[in-house]
């Protein structure tokens, strides 16, 4: 079976977990810090701080950013439901502006009517969280404007776009946001098995994220109530979480980070190779705006019919071809429809799922599979 993605694990990969595992610290040790700084620096960002998954950091980052019961939180349809489920886990309130029909994020126009309609109903949100979905940013800039305009903060879901640009400056730069979270998941950019991080340039998130993470736990004099009574003191003011990782775990992605920009040179590569093999032949091919240039996380097309997505999903699925669907839409999710949501409400995201497919688009895909899916696919445009 080829696999829509897979992780790459090289020798020297190997090499550093072995030597974390032989050292003194297997976890809160200097592998975090490490990593962190690699990938801040990576994306222009102040600080980064790790955490447990790409969920967990949506999680701390909403309450770093004050979000809570009354408050709402507005992202789009077509991504993982974590995307959404994080706000609930504040207390707050979801909801969910249409997609783009060309890019597949977060539509811009959509959005400004939204937020003038949420204005008269002093309903606005204290959130917006733009998913830059398969690897490709929002437009960041027209949503930060819109941010000026309507007092919402701004938290980027790049889990996808590790290694991607947004006006020439890497996604994660957050020029146009608070915060954004990473994700090291095991099909992500780089992996370390599990894991996430949020990246900002406001020292005070960076603080609050970091105690959050280890159950809002401080041994910072600055911070505590009362005068420490030795070298064993803490305090907890918060209510935390276990939301750490491991200096195994650092150490994996640390040593991955090295690979990043092979494994995106090659993405692309393959992402060019769909675009030209499979032209013309009836499928809607992803569509990149100009200000970006993606990771390509995912390439994701869409059938010539909604009818076709099944017989073409399973026959390539029976044929070794392990394509996916990204995503069924959130507010289509039966534990959103208890929350009142119903289908037609976002009509382009419907639209883009009733016919879409993730083909296979990773590092150690060859040009031979490539060529054999894209063969295949053709194959079946007619079905």
Not at 105 to 121: I, Y
Request: charged share 20%; net charge negative.
């Amino acid at each position: 079976m080829i696999a829509y993605s897979r992780q790459s694990i090289s020798e020297e990969d190997i090499a550093e977990v072995v030597r974390v595992l032989r050292s003194d610290f297997l976890t809160q040790g200097p592998e975090i810090p490490r990593f962190e700084s690699t990938v801040a620096g990576y994306c222009g960002a102040r600080h980064g701080i790790c955490v447990a998954s790409g969920t967990a950091a949506l999680h701390l980052a909403c309450l770093a950013l004050g979000l809570g019961p009354g408050d709402w939180l507005w992202t789009s349809p077509i991504t993982f439901v974590a995307s959404s489920n994080c706000a609930l886990y504040c207390g707050a309130q979801v909801d969910f502006v249409d997609i783009d029909p060309a890019t597949y994020t977060m539509s811009v126009d959509a959005l400004a009517e939204k937020l003038a309609l949420a204005k008269k109903e002093n309903r606005l949100p204290k959130i917006v969280v733009p998913v830059h979905f398969a690897g490709q940013s929002c437009a960041m800039k027209e949503i930060h404007a819109l941010s000026k305009e309507y007092g919402f903060k701004i938290l980027e879901d790049a889990s996808h776009a590790l290694g991607a640009t947004y006006l020439g400056k890497p996604v994660g730069s957050c020029e146009y946001s608070d915060a954004a979270v990473l994700s090291f998941h095991a099909v992500k950019m780089i992996t370390t098995a599990e894991g996430g991080m949020v990246v900002t340039n406001d020292d005070r998130i960076a603080t609050d994220v970091a105690r959050l993470r280890t159950h809002g736990i401080t041994r910072d004099a600055a911070e505590m109530r009362h005068p420490s009574e030795g070298g064993w003191y803490y305090e907890q003011i918060d209510l935390g979480y276990h939301f750490r990782i491991t200096d195994v775990q650092a150490a994996l992605g640390t040593s991955q980070m090295k690979s990043l920009e092979r494994f995106v040179t090659r993405r692309r590569e393959i992402a060019a190779r769909y675009d030209t093999l499979l032209a013309d032949t009836g499928y809607t091919l992803p569509h990149q705006d100009r200000a970006t240039n993606s990771s390509w996380h995912l390439y994701a097309i869409q059938c010539p019919t909604a009818a076709q997505r099944k017989p073409i999903f399973d026959a390539l699925r029976s044929g070794g071809i392990g394509v996916n669907v990204h995503y069924i839409p959130v507010h289509l999710q039966p534990y959103y429809q208890d929350m009142g949501f119903t289908r037609g409400q976002f009509p382009n995201a419907e639209s883009y799922y009733s016919r879409a497919i993730s083909i296979p688009i990773h590092q150690l895909l060859t040009d031979a599979q490539v060529e054999m899916i894209a063969d295949r696919l053709k194959q079946l445009a007619h079905v």
